[in-house]
């Protein structure tokens, strides 16, 4: 069974910055693509960004364009989430997830497009 785990949350000042990770405990990680996902109070869960397997591509959703990037490092099954420049409304539960072999009719923003998901981790913005 594949686990996913989040860590690097916490609680910050508008404007300051966080990096997330995400270990994932597959032995063939580097054929996962990876997403994460936000949720806050009262609200469903949101696309924030996403990483194809072989980090050739990512994407963003618009709210975090320009001040989040994704990244992963194959060699440590892990993959990144920096978070700049954060706002107060960037705060919720962080989820990281991932998924082998999706179709590709599945947007990367659709969570049907992962297989496994992590617990989350708690980011709090301060204004």
């Known amino acids: 069974q594949v686990q996913v785990e989040e860590s690097g949350g916490g609680l910050v000042q508008a404007g300051a910055s966080l990096r997330l990770s995400c270990t994932v405990s597959?032995?063939?990680?580097?054929?996962?693509?990876a997403g994460w996902f936000r949720q806050a109070p009262g609200e469903g869960r949101k696309f924030v960004a996403a990483i194809k397997w072989n980090g050739e591509s990512t994407f963003y959703s618009d709210s975090v364009n320009g001040r989040f990037e994704v990244s992963r490092d194959n060699a440590k099954n892990t993959v990144y989430l920096q978070m700049n420049r954060l706002k107060p409304e960037d705060t919720g539960v962080y989820f990281c997830?991932?998924?082998?072999?999706?179709?590709?009719?599945?947007?990367?923003?659709?969570?049907?497009?992962?297989?496994?998901w992590g617990q989350g981790t708690q980011v709090t913005v301060s204004s």
């Open positions: 997830a991932a998924g082998v072999y999706a179709p590709a009719s599945l947007k990367w923003e659709d969570t049907r497009r992962y297989d496994y």
């Open positions: 597959a032995h063939t990680f580097r054929n996962y693509d």
